[in-house]
C-alpha cells in the first residue's frame, strides 16, 4: 500500500516537472498517490510563493497578496495530509492495544516533500556561484540525502510495525484557526487586543 521508493520517486518527478514544463509531469497509478501528488504540489507552490514574498523590492500590495496564497495553500496542504491520513487509516486496521505513535504517515510524507524541494532547490545551486558556494552546498545536498533517506526508513518501518498491529496512529486535525472566519477575530469583527 505504501510504497515508500515510489512516493520519493513522485515527489522528485513533480519537482523536475514543475520546474521545466517540457519533462514529463509523475503519474500516479492510485488514488493515493494522487493525494501525495497534490500534497507535494500544494507545497511545491508554497515553496515558490513564498521566495516571491521574500523578494525585498516587492510591493506592499504584492506582499500582501502572497500572503493570501500563502494561506490558503498552507490549509490545502494540511488538508492533504489529513485525506492521506484517512486514506490509510481506511487501508489498514488498528490495533487499539498498540502504542499510538505521535506523527502521522502523513505528516511524515509532507517532511519527505520538502525535503525533495530542498534537495532539488540545492542541486540548482551546484551549477552557480563561487567554487565555495558549491562545495558548501555539496555539503548540504549530502546532508539532506541523508536526512531523507532517515526519515523515508522511519516511514517504512512505522508501516510495517502498523501493518503487523505493533503501532498505530489516529487522524489529527490541523484546526487551523487563521482561515476560519468564525474563530480569527480579524475575520469576525472582533478587534484584537
Known sequence: MLDLPQILRLHDAANEHGHDALLAPAHPNSPLEELILAQHQAN????????????????????????????????????????????????????????????TPGLIIDRLSILSLKLFHTEEQLHRGTPEHRAANQLRLLQLSEQRADLA?????????????????????????????????????????
Not at 44 to 67: C, G, M, N, Q, Y
Not at 154 to 175: D, M, T
Open 44 to 103: 511545491f507552490d508554497l515553496w515558490h510563493e513564498e521566495d516571491k514574498a521574500r523578494d525585498p523590492d516587492v510591493s506592499d500590495a504584492t506582499i500582501v497578496t502572497l500572503k493570501r496564497s500563502i494561506d490558503r495553500l498552507n490549509q490545502r496542504r494540511n488538508d492533504l495530509v489529513e485525506q492521506i491520513d484517512l486514506a490509510l487509516l481506511e487501508a489498514v486496521p488498528q490495533n487499539d492495544l498498540a502504542p499510538l505513535h505521535s506523527e
Open 153 to 193: 526508513a522511519c516511514l517504512f518501518h512505522l508501516w510495517v510495525e502498523i501493518g503487523a498491529g505493533q503501532r498505530r496512529f489516529k487522524l489529527y486535525r490541523q484546526l487551523k484557526m487563521y482561515n476560519d472566519p468564525a474563530l480569527n477575530p480579524v475575520l469576525y469583527g472582533k478587534t484584537p487586543a
